[in-house]
Every structure is written in structure tokens, then in C-alpha cells.
């Protein structure tokens, strides 16, 4: 029963997310592909990687990867940022343009997260908050952010 309400919960995210796209995808406003939202999703989760920590956490080759990239750079959603500290290093960090498709699920996020605030009591975020670090920080060891 637990496992059913959380994929519920984690299917109704996915599904508002889906819906905002296609809208976008109607207008004619989205250009990323199925492969390259996803792409971005991991390279916005882990902060600002290099091509080669992209490539190890997406499990791609380098060059795949590196191929990844340079289509989300000309697409306006990335851009190589030079290491300050050895030049020879480059970070991906993702644009003004990612961060606006990226908000069209987080802004349901917040939505969702001001209505448990509404309707359950301090002790009840609590004990969600704790369950929900508890699931991050000792549950999930296969990803590594």
C-alpha cells in the first residue's frame, strides 16, 4: 500500500511535468528531445560536472557524452564554464533558458509543497522532513549527487 501511494505521488509529478511540456511543444516553444531533458536533468542535479562526471553518472562514453553536450550548448541550455582552479578543466553549467524549462515542474513542486503545508501540522512535517532525509541521505546510496 505505501509503495502504491508513492508511485502515485511520483507518477502524478511525472505526468503534471509531461503535461506542461507537450503545451510548451504546442506552441512551439520546446526544443529538447526526450534524451535531452533528461540529459539536462542530470547535469542541473549534480551541479556544474565535467563532461567526463556526466558521462560516468549517465553511463555514456566520452564521446557520446561530449556529443550530448555540444547539441545542448547550440541549443542555448548549456555552456562550458573554464575551471578557476585548473585551466585545463571545463564545468557544465546549465542557462537562464534550462532554468526556465526546468521551473515548469518545480513550480508544481512548490504548489504541492504549500498545500502538505496547509494541511498538516508542525509534528507532521517533522516526521515527513525526517522520512523524506532519511530516504536521501541512507536509502538511495546508488546515486551519488
Not at 76 to 92: A, C, I, N
Amino acid at each position: 500500500m505505501l509503495q502504491e501511494s508513492f508511485n502515485n505521488v511520483y507518477t502524478k509529478f511525472k505526468l503534471h511535468f509531461y503535461q506542461k511540456v507537450f503545451e510548451k511543444w504546442q506552441d512551439r516553444e520546446a526544443s529538447l528531445t526526450t534524451v535531452e531533458t533528461f540529459c539536462m536533468e542530470i547535469i542541473y542535479a549534480i551541479k556544474n560536472p565535467t563532461v567526463n562526471e556526466f558521462a560516468r553518472i549517465a553511463n555514456l562514453s566520452s564521446p557520446n557524452a561530449a556529443y550530448k553536450v555540444n547539441n545542448l550548448i547550440k541549443k542555448g541550455y548549456l555552456r562550458k564554464v573554464q575551471s578557476q582552479t585548473d585551466k585545463r578543466e571545463y564545468h557544465l553549467e546549465v542557462t537562464e533558458k534550462y532554468v526556465n524549462y526546468y521551473n515548469i515542474s518545480y513550480q508544481y513542486m512548490e504548489t504541492v509543497m504549500q498545500r502538505i503545508e496547509e494541511r498538516f501540522s508542525e509534528e507532521e512535517l517533522k516526521i515527513m522532513e525526517k522520512i523524506l532525509n532519511v530516504m536521501d541521505e541512507e536509502l538511495m546510496p546508488e546515486i551519488k549527487l
